[in-house]
């Protein structure tokens, strides 16, 4: 089992940068794929982005693929979402989400993933 809390979300003009932060505790981090997927009211969670435990590979939807970048560092127990270049429509509450046995074809699906954080509200302003 693991626990999640995210971090590092605020305000921010279009074009800035911000860095989300996603704490794990339990000792089986590493064995986790962790999802970033991002939620405005009214709205199902959408997915973001997603790291597999070795960080060999990751996945990025086609609206941040350039200007954000999944990291994670196993030792720590953390996964950051550096998001740059940041635009109006990425304003969201951000949630990262973590599942030890999702499948490539389930990995941008939010119903997906067993463990999920609070959530950080992440606003963009022109």
């Known amino acids: 089992q693991v626990q999640l809390a995210e971090s590092g979300g605020g305000l921010v003009q279009t074009g800035g940068s911000l860095r989300l932060s996603c704490a794990a505790s339990?000792?089986?981090?590493?064995?986790?794929?962790i999802g970033w997927f991002r939620q405005t009211p009214g709205q199902e969670r959408e997915f973001v982005v997603a790291?597999?435990?070795?960080?060999?590979?990751?996945y990025y939807s086609d609206s941040v693929k350039g200007r954000f970048t999944i990291s994670r560092n196993n030792a720590q127990n953390s996964v950051s979402l550096q998001m740059n270049n940041l635009k109006t429509d990425d304003t969201a509450v951000y949630y990262c989400?973590?599942?030890?046995?999702?499948?490539?074809?389930?990995?941008?699906?939010?119903?997906?993933?067993?463990?999920w954080g609070q959530g950080t509200q992440v606003t963009v302003s022109s």
């Open positions: 339990g000792r089986t981090f590493r064995d986790y794929t």
């Open positions: 790291i597999r435990w070795n960080s060999r590979h990751t």
């Open positions: 989400a973590a599942d030890a046995r999702i499948i490539l074809s389930s990995i941008r699906y939010y119903v997906h993933y067993d463990y």
